[in-house]
């Protein structure tokens, strides 16, 4: 009865003994609070963190970018009640709840390039189309 007692002495000893060890503290860093303009039903954001795309009520999701800048606003069917994104945030997928469908919308983001007084051929007004090849080694 004595060592009973003597062994869950040593127990509960060992136990708060590594219970200290396995204890971590966080940090709160500096945050952000971005005012939406509709209550937000879902959120997703690309894997290297350029965009957060805010699903919210009435058939909306928001764009922003990673400073926090709106940077466009795309219209959705209102049945729409979750979203996701790939990686790099170029295909939206899109959950309807009414047509039991998952919409993949591609998108891409319109850049304007300031070339004014730069040289140029043809038409200045001419629409141009620039293609990343990102895979090329």
Avoid: H, W
């Avoid at 004595?2 to 590594?18: D, E, G, H, K, T």
């Avoid at 764009?63 to 790939?86: E, F, N, P, Q």
């Amino acid at each position: 009865m004595r060592s009973f007692r003597n062994v869950c002495i040593v127990l509960i000893a060992l136990l708060f003994s590594f219970s200290a060890m396995a204890q971590a503290e966080v940090v709160k860093g500096a945050s952000k609070t971005l005012k939406l303009e509709a209550k937000p039903v879902d959120m997703a954001v690309s894997a290297d963190g350029k965009y957060t795309f805010i699903l919210a009520e009435g058939g909306k999701v928001l764009i922003y970018d990673s400073s926090g800048a709106l940077k466009d606003t795309l219209k959705v069917s209102d049945s729409v009640v979750k979203i996701g994104a790939s990686p790099k945030g170029d295909f939206l997928l899109l959950a309807d709840s009414k047509e039991n469908t998952l919409e993949v919308l591609n998108i891409s983001f319109v850049v304007d390039i300031d070339i004014s007084g730069l040289p140029f051929k043809g038409p200045a007004d001419a629409k141009v189309a620039i293609a990343v090849f990102s895979d090329y080694q």
